[in-house]
C-alpha cells in the first residue's frame, strides 16, 4: 500500500450516524493531519496529531493516532449532510517540507 | 480569518502553451507549496519553496516546470510547455515559520489543457 492509503475509499451513512475514516502509512512521521476536500474545491485543514500523541478531539471530530501501527482513524460524530465531502489524511515525513496524501474517503451523509 | 488566494480559478490552453498559476500565501507565512490533483485521483507535492529557493521538489517537478516569488506577496508556478496531462487542479499552500506545521491551502486553479 501506498503511503496514507485511506479506507475505505467510499462510505454512504445516515444523518446522525458516526462515520470512521481510516488511514495507514508506511514511514515514520511528525505528525498526520486530515483534511477536507468538498467536490471541486480546496483543501480544508481539520486536525493535526503529533506523533506522540495518541487522541485528539475538536469539535465532532475525533482522531486517533496508533504509531505501532502506522495507522490513523478519524471519527466524525452526529454526522450531517454538510459533512458530506472526502476526506483525506497527509502524512509529515519530513517537518512540513512536503505532505504525502492518500487518496481519500468519499463521505455522504444521506439526509 | 487570513486566506491562501489562487488566480485564476480555471483555466483553458492549448498544448505547448506557457501558463503561470498565481497565488498569495497567507501574509505572514514563510513556506509556500504546490501541489496538483488529477481529476479522481489523490493530491500530490509537486515543490517547497522556502527563503527564495525551491527546498525540495518530487519527480513531477521536471524542467517544464519552475516557481518564483516575484514580489513580497504573489508566488507562481510556471508550465513552460503544457501537455495533456498537465491538466489537473493545482493548490498552492503555506506555513508559518517555526513549529507551526500546517499548510494551509488555497482553492486550487482548474487547468485544462487541450
Known amino acids: 500500500s501506498q503511503q496514507g492509503e485511506e479506507d475505505p475509499q467510499a462510505l454512504s451513512i445516515q444523518e446522525g450516524e458516526n462515520a470512521t475514516m481510516n488511514c495507514s502509512y508506511k514511514?515514520?512521521?511528525?505528525?498526520l493531519q486530515w483534511y477536507r476536500q468538498n467536490s471541486g474545491r480546496g483543501l480544508v485543514h481539520l486536525i493535526l496529531?503529533?506523533?506522540?500523541?495518541r487522541e485528539k478531539h475538536s469539535g465532532r471530530l475525533r482522531v486517533t493516532l496508533d504509531t505501532s501501527k502506522k495507522s490513523s482513524s478519524l471519527l466524525i460524530t452526529a454526522s450531517r449532510a454538510a459533512d458530506t465531502a472526502s476526506y483525506f489524511c497527509a502524512t509529515d515525513p519530513n517537518y512540513g517540507q512536503n505532505f504525502v496524501f492518500g487518496p481519500g474517503t468519499r463521505l455522504s451523509v444521506l439526509p | 480569518e487570513p486566506e491562501v488566494t489562487q488566480t485564476p480559478s480555471h483555466q483553458v490552453t492549448q498544448m505547448g502553451q506557457e501558463v503561470i498559476l498565481r497565488c498569495v500565501p497567507i501574509?505572514?507565512?514563510?513556506?509556500f507549496y504546490w501541489y496538483r490533483q488529477i481529476l479522481g485521483q489523490k493530491v500530490e507535492f509537486l515543490v517547497s519553496f522556502y527563503n527564495n529557493e525551491i527546498s525540495e521538489k518530487s519527480e513531477i517537478f521536471d524542467d517544464q516546470f519552475s516557481v518564483e516569488r516575484p514580489d513580497g506577496s504573489n508566488f507562481t508556478l510556471k508550465i513552460r510547455s503544457t501537455k495533456l496531462e498537465d491538466s489537473a487542479m493545482y493548490f498552492c499552500?503555506?506555513?508559518?515559520?517555526?513549529?507551526?506545521?500546517?499548510?494551509?491551502f488555497g482553492p486550487g486553479t482548474r487547468l485544462l489543457v487541450l
Open positions: 501574509s505572514n507565512h514563510l513556506y
Open positions: 514511514t515514520s512521521i511528525n505528525n
Open positions: 499552500a503555506s506555513r508559518r515559520q517555526g513549529s507551526e506545521e500546517t499548510q494551509y
Open positions: 496529531i503529533r506523533s506522540n500523541e
